[in-house]
């Protein structure tokens, strides 16, 4: 558990506290709620890359497979000895297109 301290002006202080906003189990559903958002919007901002990119909508099966050798190569990688896998062509163009950011 983390604790923090804040400096708010007293009438936004006083107003949150009535309004019950500065409870522990409030301010931590306004932070998760936050968060989602951000969450959100960073996933749009990709999207838009990929969009501006030209690269072609992957049909259901296209991302099937993709997950699977994403999953496969997990695998490969955790067993003890293993070689280090290939990386699937949708984790690369993610990376590319994202620069790392996602």
């Known amino acids: 558990m ?3 301290q804040i400096d708010l002006p007293d009438a936004t202080a006083q107003a949150a506290s009535k309004a019950g906003l500065l409870t ?3 301010l931590a559903g306004l932070l998760n709620d936050a968060l989602r958002r951000e969450a959100g919007r ?3 901002a990709a999207a838009t890359r990929v969009h501006d990119a030209g690269i072609e909508p992957m049909s259901d099966e ?3 497979a993709e997950v699977k050798a994403v999953r496969q190569a997990r695998r ?3 067993a003890p000895g293993s070689a280090e896998a290939p ?3 949708l984790a690369k163009m993610i ?3 994202a620069g ?3």
């Open 2 to 4: 983390t604790r923090i």
């Open 24 to 26: 522990p189990q409030a």
């Open 42 to 44: 960073k996933l749009l």
């Open 62 to 64: 296209e991302i099937v």
């Open 76 to 78: 490969s990688t955790e």
């Open 87 to 89: 990386g699937s062509g």
């Open 95 to 97: 990376r590319t297109i």
């Open 100 to 102: 790392n950011a996602i």
